[in-house]
């Protein structure tokens, strides 16, 4: 117990190197992946695996997928393979270049000065979970990047616990499937997966928040891009002539629901949410996530932003809005609770009895195994750790993450 506890106090490390690699991905971009960077870290994790001892590492340099299996030693778990994924790449939507993480031991329960040069302050008011973790070691940012805790949390606990299967062979389990994925972050993560190569039967994401989170249930997802093309002339001579796209942009914005924007909606509640807009007289571009929970609200979403463009199409000329919406993921709750709730039901024990209250609620957002789930790979999602995801706030717990070391070990073992 004692060799195990000194492995699992090794997360650290590896989540502090792994940050230190910026793997941000790029939604606007074609290729696969998004940025080359995100194979950097590939690499490094794909040696680290080959130095493991773990089976089958493989590192897919095309497209940037890490593989690895490490075989059971267990003759009565044979039957299934469990696979546990995460993903490498940060969002777009803050830097993840040049983190430069900060670690706050026994927290005293009070604001953090991320950055005292800028007063950039983590904020016990704003962020009051924060207060939970008085006495712990936290994980922050400097208040110039985000963290990169979603997912490299993960990673670095998946990497722990193969460390810790491999070099304590009295842990007894049945084979165990590993995959590190990028793009998850621009809804891409699994678009070139090798399911054959992971050879799972089913699996889990590490890529949840705080200690305890389980969930099987998602957003229904798609992307909205808003081209506007307008007519400019100049401002003395405009009248009944200029078409004025950014305008039209703003006037899109204003019909779709007010309450129905994140900042307003938790739970269930889906939302429209503008990721980007930028523009002038003569063209414009606004860039849309559209979320539901339930399938039946998510298509009335597409369906109301669709006839919001034909009116405006109406009232300033045909094509003078450019809609496409694209599906990104479905709910993943209707392939886990028909033939798979045994995989929460087990995970959920695990958490008790490690002592770790589970936390089974909705996602307000998606993960690679959403897609999994569709793709024939029941996933649903685990607790990685971290808070405020995407920006310069994010944090997460250490004794969290070692306690997901243990939780992933746990699952490994089990006979589900």
């Known amino acids: 117990m004692e060799k195990r506890n000194e492995m699992k106090s090794k997360v650290l490390d590896k989540f502090l190197r ?97 950055n005292q040069e800028e007063q950039i302050i983590l904020s016990v008011k704003k962020f009051p979970e924060i207060k939970n973790y008085k006495g712990k070691t936290l994980i922050t940012t400097d208040g110039t990047t985000l963290l990169g805790a979603d997912d490299k949390a993960g990673v670095a606990e998946i990497m722990t616990m193969a460390e810790i299967l491999i070099s304590n062979p009295e842990i007894k389990h049945g084979p165990v499937a590993i995959c590190f994925t990028p793009d998850e972050e621009v809804g891409a993560g699994v678009d070139h997966i090798d399911l054959t190569r992971l050879g799972a039967d089913y699996g889990f994401t590490v890529d949840g928040g705080a200690l305890g989170e389980l969930e099987y249930e998602n ?49 269930y509640e889906g939302f429209y949410h503008l990721t980007g807009i930028q523009g002038e007289e003569e063209s414009a571009r606004l860039d849309y996530i559209i979320r539901d929970h339930s399938r039946e609200k998510f298509e009335e979403k597409k369906v109301f932003m669709q006839q919001c463009v034909d009116f405006l199409n109406q009232k300033y000329g045909a094509k003078t809005i450019d809609l496409e919406i694209k599906d990104s993921y479905y709910n993943m709750k209707e392939k886990i609770e028909p033939d798979y709730f045994f995989l929460i039901e087990g995970a959920k024990k695990c958490m008790e009895e490690l002592g770790i209250e589970p936390q089974i609620k909705p996602i307000r957002g998606g993960t690679d195994g959403a897609r999994l789930s569709y793709m024939g790979l029941p996933c649903p999602n685990l607790c990685a750790g971290g808070h405020n995801f995407h920006g310069r706030y994010e944090y997460v717990c250490l004794e969290s993450m070692e306690s997901i070391v243990e939780l992933l070990v746990k699952l490994a073992s089990l006979s589900f």
Do not use: W
Not at 93 to 104: A, D, E, L
Not at 229 to 255: D, F, R, S, T, W
């Open 219 to 267: 957003f229904n997802a798609a992307s909205a891009v808003c081209k506007i093309q307008g007519v400019n002339v100049h401002p003395g001579e405009a009248k009944n002539k200029m078409k004025h796209a950014a305008l039209i942009g703003m006037e899109l914005e204003m019909m779709l629901p007010k309450n129905e924007k994140p900042q307003f909606t938790g739970g």
């Open 18 to 114: 792994y940050v230190k690699i910026d793997t941000e991905a790029d939604e606007r971009s074609d290729s696969f992946p998004s940025t080359e960077k995100q194979k950097d870290l590939g690499r490094l994790l794909f040696q680290e695996l080959k130095d493991l001892g773990v089976d089958e590492a493989y590192f897919d340099e095309q497209y940037g997928y890490v593989y690895g299996k490490i075989e059971g030693n267990d003759e009565t778990k044979q039957e299934k393979t469990i696979a546990f994924i995460s993903h490498m790449d940060t969002a777009p939507s803050f830097t993840g270049k040049g983190v430069n993480p900060r670690i706050i031991k026994d927290y005293d329960g009070e604001d953090i000065v991320l």
